[in-house]
């Protein structure tokens, strides 16, 4: 079983292109789709990563990070941030907020694969670069 | 006792207050029990004449200070933030408020009208709060089918299952993105007032396409250009164009040779209104010179844009101050003329030629409308004048222009 991923994020396509790449590469990627239950999920689940997605339904994913950071369990796992919304004061809002790093929409999906290998302190991956 | 004499004990307690005085000091130095300024304070005692004026000479101000009901807008806004805030038990009277504590009363006034303002943006606002839920909703969209056709093309090995789903998911966000998509549209679409500008851009449009043929009507000229003669400023403008050739007819132009480079001249010799000639040189076919034609209100706004080719009118920016249709609104009556060389050298080089007329509205107390018109002609020779120009101070490399209001962007 490889190493666990947990993606919050509502979009049920974008769940599914992630989790493939992830997968593909040999991380175990479990899914969230509610901001509310959110934290419990990551509490519950024990991720390395958390990829969490801004625009959640029930909670926003800044309020998510918020929580996750004032947790004992969790204020050190990595968390990228994803969103649609580049402006700067929202990537200073979630660095400030203790995210690890952001990315917005569209992205490549080279580049999701890169960074969250460098999350988990990874190399290439060691069969062929797929995407 | 009247409503303003009422708040006079309030203020002469609230002054007092201010100034630290007890109750039986303030009486003491005018002269009256203490228990009789306690009325006075609690307004069962009016108040005026020499003890007031005593009274504000103890506490140091002028008897003004102590008569003044307040502005009444402070009370009202008093009030209004009293029922925003739903307060079952408010304090104290705003009237008492007011008057106890002007300097506050008008902070909290002003707090409220700025309240009451961001309200008011935050309604207007509302349809782009909801704009950006459908933005952030087509960038999804383009995310999943990013991602999803990226993986379909770079993935190797890919089961047939799998590229099933990812088809189907590129198939499925892209009728989403289309239908998000038009409801944006139908959303920001034309407005009425952008189907009007619509409308005058068609004409526009037709009348840069070169000049209006002599023996072709002119409504039928614009119309087969484009032109939406159902509109009727569009039909105005046709009109005025016939209307131009009735009192100038065509025959008359073909005889004016040189004398193109002065229309002003031609207006004298021919006893006609400047801005007629300007606007007859700029849409007939008896001169050669590419030509056209900008009309300017009074506020500088251009209400036709019709230029030859390479005269370019910014989209955004303000135009450049050279050239004459503004000389022309600032004096009415006044012939301008100017020849322009914009970016491009010699074929980007304009005679321009503008008149402003006045016209009253209405009666006495109607505005009197201004209008300027600028023919603007194109001009290759070295004849005249040249002065460097641009349709913006961004783009023009004229350092030395006394007009100047940005620098140059290279």
Redesign the interface.
Same mark, same amino acid.
């Given at each position: 079983m490889g190493r666990r991923v947990l993606l919050i994020e509502d979009e049920p396509n974008i769940i599914e292109a992630i989790s493939f790449l992830l997968s593909r590469d040999g991380f175990t990627v479990h899914t969230h789709s509610d901001g509310e239950t959110a934290v419990d999920k990551a509490l519950s689940h024990h991720p390395e990563l958390i990829i969490l997605d801004v625009m959640l339904p029930g909670r926003s994913g800044f309020d998510v990070l918020r929580d996750l950071r004032a947790s004992s369990e969790t204020p050190d796992i990595p968390v990228m941030m994803l969103t649609a919304r580049g402006q700067a004061a929202d990537r200073d809002l979630a660095l400030r907020l203790g995210a690890t790093h952001f990315m917005t929409k569209p992205f490549a999906n080279s580049e999701m694969r890169e960074t969250v290998r460098d999350l988990m302190g990874e190399g290439e991956p060691k069969d062929e670069d797929v995407a | 006792m009247s409503s303003a004499a009422k708040g006079h004990g309030r203020r002469i307690r609230a002054a007092r207050l201010a100034a630290g005085q007890s109750q039986s000091g303030l009486a003491k130095a005018v002269d009256i029990s203490p228990s009789y300024l306690n009325l006075i304070e609690h307004d069962r005692r009016a108040v005026g004449g020499r003890l007031l004026t005593n009274l504000a000479r103890a506490l140091s101000l002028p008897v003004g200070e102590l008569t003044d009901p307040g502005d009444p807008r402070h009370l009202a806004a008093l009030k209004s933030a009293m029922d925003y805030l739903a307060l079952p038990h408010p304090p104290e009277r705003p009237e008492d408020f007011l008057a106890s504590s002007p300097g506050w009363a008008r902070i909290v006034a002003g707090l409220m009208e700025r309240c009451e303002a961001l309200e008011q943006q935050k309604e207007v606002s509302g349809q782009d709060g909801a704009t950006e839920e459908e933005?952030?909703d087509l960038? *999804?969209a383009?995310? *999943?089918i &990013? *991602?999803?056709a *990226?993986?379909l093309v770079?993935?190797?090995?890919i089961d047939k299952e799998?590229q099933r &789903?990812?088809a189907g998911?590129i198939h499925?966000?892209s009728l989403r993105l289309e239908e998000q998509g038009q409801g944006l549209i139908e959303r920001l679409g034309p407005s009425a007032r952008e189907a009007e500008d619509s409308a005058r851009r068609r004409l526009e449009i037709a009348l840069q396409m070169g000049p209006l043929p002599e023996d072709e009507p002119v409504a039928l000229a614009l119309e087969s250009r484009g032109a939406d003669l159902s509109d009727p400023a569009t039909r105005a403008w046709a009109a005025r164009i016939h209307s131009d050739r009735e009192q100038v007819p065509a025959p008359w132009l073909d005889n004016i040779g040189a004398e193109i480079r002065d229309p002003f001249n031609l207006a004298v010799r021919a006893g006609l209104p400047p801005d007629l000639i300007l606007r007859r040189l700029a849409f007939t076919d008896r001169h050669a010179r590419p030509s056209g034609l900008i009309i300017a209100d009074r506020s500088g706004a251009f209400s036709l844009s019709a230029p030859p080719p390479l005269f370019l009118i910014p989209a955004r920016s303000p135009p450049c101050a050279l050239w004459p249709v503004f000389d022309a609104l600032g004096a009415p009556g006044v012939p301008a003329s100017r020849k322009l060389e914009f970016p491009g050298g010699a074929s980007a080089r304009f005679a321009c030629h503008a008149f402003a007329t006045r016209q009253p509205s209405g009666g006495a107390d109607a505005p009197v409308l201004t209008e300027a018109t600028m023919l603007i002609m194109g001009d290759a020779t070295d004849v005249g004048d040249v002065t460097r120009a641009a349709p913006t101070c961004a783009a023009c490399s004229n350092q030395k222009c006394p007009a100047r209001r940005e620098p140059q962007r290279r």
């Open positions: - | 933005l952030y960038i *999804s383009v995310t *999943s &990013r *991602s999803s *990226s993986i770079e993935a190797d090995g799998w &789903r990812f998911n499925s966000e």
